[in-house]
T-cell receptor, first 114, second 111 residues
């Protein structure tokens, strides 16, 4: 049972335009979400997070939006840069808080073209 | 940077042989995790540890075992490697605040 889903395996965006990466979840107990970024041959690194008490969190070019009623979150990157080309994973912590476990989506590969 | 190293970084082995992957951290984080990354599956949790000698299974634990005898080291063992265990393996550490920190990964190929 995939509790966190990223239905778009890949996305191509032109440099300077907006990139929108989507994530859906099924467990209504999730109350916190994280986005990780992964470059080839490296481990994932934390990018941005959002608590369920907010519907938006912004950090520079990156903004995450949360729609609790739709169980949907999205990551916006504006403007997109070639260095943003990576795989992006959304993740949610285990609602029981057990060992700070995370459930990850399948990832979206973003390609920013010149 | 949580100071996480993994060894080896690359390994090729044959079906049926035992394999041990090592994760070492220098940040004294309480929690440690082993994930595998496969196309179409994202990151899946194999095993995790919530303290020395305290470990538990994740969602894809069959064929894997772990040990944690010291806070800084978390070992993942494939008792008898199979081709389905060809993957990229990531170690991560965590604190009580949900964020996890990942190592650079180990690419394992089982022939």
């Amino acid at each position: 049972d995939q509790q966190v889903k990223q239905n778009s395996p890949s996305l191509s965006v032109q440099e300077g335009r907006i990139s929108i990466l989507n994530c859906d979840y099924t467990n209504s107990m999730f109350d916190y979400f994280l986005w990780y970024k992964k470059y080839p041959a490296e481990g994932p690194t934390f990018l941005i997070s959002i608590s369920s008490i907010k519907d938006k969190n912004e950090d520079g070019r990156f903004t995450v939006f949360l729609n609790k009623s739709a169980k949907h979150l999205s990551l916006h990157i504006v403007p997109s840069q070639p260095g943003d080309s990576a795989v992006y994973f959304c993740a949610a912590p285990d609602p029981t808080g057990t060992a700070s476990k995370l459930t990850f989506g399948t990832g979206t590969r973003l390609q920013v073209t010149l | 940077d949580a100071g996480i190293t993994q060894s080896p970084r690359h390994k090729v082995t044959e079906t049926g042989t035992p394999v041990t992957l090592r994760c070492h951290q220098t940040e004294n984080h309480r929690y440690m995790y082993w994930y595998r990354q496969d196309p179409g599956h994202g990151l899946r949790l194999i095993h995790y540890s919530y303290g020395v000698k305290d470990t538990d299974k994740g969602e894809v634990s069959d064929g894997y075992s772990v040990s944690r005898s010291k806070t800084e080291d978390f070992l993942l063992t494939l008792e008898s490697a199979t081709s389905s265990q060809t993957s990229v393996y990531f170690c991560a550490t965590g604190t009580a605040y949900n964020e996890q920190f990942f190592g650079p990964g180990t690419r394992l190929t089982v022939l």
